[in-house]
């Protein structure tokens, strides 16, 4: 005892003495101890401590306010053990008459506590940070059942090899709640201590000159301080954080991210500081100031906390877009805020890493004693990244629930100059911080990258940014309930559905950003690397795809064509020219799509609900109460003679429809906003061509060109529909246009391979054209792949034609030179190698037909291609040798490499042999 009462008297003395010499560690340790053991309270010691000259003294460092902090968690632990053994010693008898453990540690919790109160709010914060955190790690403490207790007993399973311990819970809610209540005031007074700036509305760099007079040393507390609130805050609830003013405190913890990273100009004084050795590598010396910067951002306790403080950040962001207040606009403001600092962030990161030679250089480039410099950089730019998306989604993900009247009420009422900020605004401002830092986003391939491994974060914040910024709210609002009424008719579903509104509704808000980044793409052109720029087209054009959709006609030709064009015939960037044509087929696919809903809206939406100028809402009404008045029957078949019609109306449909639903320039919403059939008809042949370029090997991979070929052929079906229903093309020119070009070119290389091959044949120039071309069998095999792809996609007119030709190339294909395979299989004959090579790309082309006949087609062409497949079946089979069929044939075969929708391979050829029985009964 007498012992123990020296340990106590030495550590008064020391925490008395701010220049003691004993190690931080010592008095934690000797804290922690007494704390956890003084009797019979331990509330004059957490008071000594919180006051005492040790800690209170100035400067008050973060290691400091850590020694404190630890020291209450670990005091936690201490009491918690002993309280544990006392507990086990205890006879069954004695412990109905002695204090519970539970209602033991919470009497200890609370004396500590009411030790704290009245201190230092910064010393105060620290302690409880530590407290809670303690609380926290014994609230899920495993017992050993063999330690006696009967608590735990009741907690522990038999098993088949034991007895097995179940975690038991140790709550403490009255204490844990005490604590809580005093960490969050904690937090409030340090808040009106230190953050004279935010709350005075001064500027980010300092207060009033009247107002440093009385501000307390160490502005740096404010900064500590949040590192402690982040660690513990996230342990409170919800509601209890709504209390602080959190508008306030997201301009603090934004603050503090930007002071982490310098505000962004870490990378400013690299030119500087950068030297040539002798055998020209990149050299930075470790006493340059950008060495001196990079270190005091890795040495700093704010990096190393950056993760729980961007973590506290996105919570107060969350908790500003979910309070259901009258104060929106003012915490949609410092949201936006807090996004807008982030996005200057990252602007001048990218200003300055163009002109930084680092940028520019592999890693053998750099001196040997450089590149640990050159890696801590790039840790604090992935570092970075981390933050921004953590803040970033976290306010997205909350802003997607604010509903858009809520947004447009505020705006009327506050009446100010400056427009209250929505949800896509937010989206706005991700992603230009995002395109900001593409240089970084490329070191973890992309926002496309498709790998298992990718960083799935970044591509969550990523698309839901532009799902909101194509979203309908993001547009102007209707001006009447007419408008929005006939706003839903011209579009056909009036839904949210498969493409409902984004089909036809443009957002000025996507197309602004569209132009912007358009155009700094433009500018861009001669800065920086070949690498950086790489990246910021891929990021742009990833944006774009998206966005495709909710663009006007002229914002696509204008802009989105002209950034695409240049990266199609380029492979060399694989990101950059896989989203170039990703965004074309796009284009496509957004024509079509808005096409086939033109072509519904026309079939349900008939002349007599408008007048002369196709805005009279009075027919509108009328209209509606004559299709509610009909029976469920017969709005069951308009219903369905509305979307019987896949592939295009016949020609007497197109010329009733041509009157049906007149459009004059006054309605003009919709048409606006759809992408010109004439901008696609002249862009059909062009991107017809350039894949056809593109299927040589390093290009286009197979599946990436049957996909896109089919997209093409899709659109150019579309195509044969106006606009304005008139114009209809019968005979699909352009969507034959596109298969014809295959044909021809399959035509072509087979002839040209066979020149090739023989010497005796072609002459001078001509000859000397035609090696120029790849006329390789898997080009050529890769094309025919391509031409069986689009059979899904061709109307019922052009069917028939195109499994014929199909027919003739895979009943004529003839075996390929044997040279080319004999290279992979030296130890075959070539005849044997030809032969089984042939073989086998003829049972894939015959196994990829009849796949897409089986999942391809719609119900009417699928009916027609299987009448079709099996009155040429015998002879397909026959050419690649299957005298089985069905199950354990190509047929089979193909049923298993298409059964991704769950639909079990048996039963999807049972279903074949069905069709094909009544298919062969028509025959």
Known sequence: MAAQDRGYTLLLNHLHNPNTTLAPQTIQGALSHHLATLSPLPTPLAATAISSPYFISQPLTYNKLNTLSTAFRHAVHLKFTALSKEEEKLGRLEGLFKQSLSSAMDTWVKDVVRGLQGGDPVLR?????????????????????????????????????????????????????????????ALAEVMDAYAFSFASGASAHGVEEWEKEFQPAGQDLLSMALIFASQSFPLIPQDKLKVLPLPMLSQILTSTICATFKSGTFLSSVSASVTLTPDNRVHISPSSAFAQTIHSIKTSPLTASISSIARFTANVLALLLDLPSSHLDEHMRAVEHCLEALRDMAKKVERDWISTSLASVSDAEIAPDTKALSKSVWSILKTLLFTIIMVSDSALSAAVYIPPPAITTTIIKTNSSHQVPSSSSFALETLYTLSHLAF????????????????????????????????????????????????????????????????????????AYVEEVCRALKAQKGEGN??????????????????????????????????????????????????????????????????????????????????????????????????????????????????????????????????????????????????????????????????VDNSVDGKLTTPQLRMAYTALVRSACASATAPDGVGYDETFSLAWYCVQ???????????????????????????????????????????????????????????????????????????????????????????????????????????????????????????????????????????????????????????????????????????????????????
């Open 125 to 185: 914060l620290a302690s409880c940070n530590g407290l809670l955190l303690g609380v926290e790690d014994v609230r899920l403490h495993a017992r050993n059942p063999s330690n006696g207790s009967s608590s735990s007993a009741s907690n522990s399973k038999e098993t088949a090899t034991g007895t097995e311990t179940a975690p038991v819970r140790f709550e403490i809610p009255g204490a844990r709640g005490v604590v809580e209540d005093e960490d969050i005031v």
């Open 440 to 511: 970084v986003i490329s070191q973890f391939g992309g926002v496309t990258s498709t790998s298992s491994t990718g960083f799935k974060e970044l591509k969550k914040t990523f698309y839901l940014a532009l799902d909101i910024l194509a979203s309908p709210s993001s547009s102007s609002s209707p001006s009447s309930f007419s408008d929005a009424l006939s706003s839903s008719a011209a579009i056909g579903s009036g839904g949210e559905g498969e493409g409902g509104s984004q089909g036809s509704n443009n957002s000025p808000k996507a197309e």
């Open 530 to 691: 070949v690498a950086f720029r790489q990246a910021k087209e891929a990021f742009a054009l990833a944006s774009i795809e998206q966005l495709v959709p909710v663009l006007g006609d002229e914002c696509i030709r204008n802009w989105v064509w002209g950034v695409c064009y240049p990266h199609l015939f380029d492979a060399s960037h694989r990101e950059t020219f896989e989203s170039a044509h990703s965004t074309v087929l796009a284009i496509f696919a957004c024509h079509a799509q808005q096409q086939q809903q033109l072509q519904q809206s026309q079939r349900s939406y008939p002349a007599q609900c408008l007048d002369g100028n196709g805005d009279s809402a009075d027919a509108m009404f009328a209209w509606f109460n004559k299709v509610r008045s009909m029976s469920p029957g017969q709005q069951l078949r308009d219903r369905a003679a509305a979307e019987s019609d896949r592939s295009g109306p016949s020609s007497s449909e197109s010329r009733g429809r041509s009157n049906a639903h007149p459009r004059s320039k006054k309605r003009g919403g919709p048409k606006k906003t759809m992408i010109s059939t004439e901008f696609v008809k002249m862009l059909v042949p062009f991107y017809a061509g350039c894949l």
């Open 741 to 923: 070009l295959l044909l021809d070119t399959l035509s072509r290389l087979t002839t040209n391979e066979l020149t090739n091959n023989d010497p005796g044949k072609g002459k001078g120039k001509g000859r000397a054209a035609t090696r120029d071309e790849d006329t390789s069998p898997n080009r050529v095999h890769r094309l025919h792949l391509t031409l069986i792809s689009t059979l899904s996609a061709l109307p019922l007119k052009l069917l028939g034609k195109a499994l014929e030709e199909v027919y003739k190339i895979i009943i004529t294909v003839k075996p390929t030179t044997a040279s080319t395979y004999i290279e992979s299989t030296p130890t075959l004959p070539s005849a044997m190698t030809t032969t089984g090579t042939t073989t086998k790309r003829k049972r894939e082309l015959v196994e990829a037909l009849f796949g897409e006949i089986l999942e391809g087609m719609g119900d009417r062409e699928k009916g027609y291609a299987m009448a079709w497949w099996y009155e040429h079946r015998a002879a397909l089979l026959a050419v690649v040798g299957d005298t089985e069929g069905g199950h354990h044939g190509v047929e089979g075969a193909a049923a298993k490499g298409s059964a991704e929708d769950g639909e079990p391979e048996k039963a999807k050829t049972d279903m074949v042999e069905k069709v094909g029985s009544s298919s062969r009964a028509r025959l």
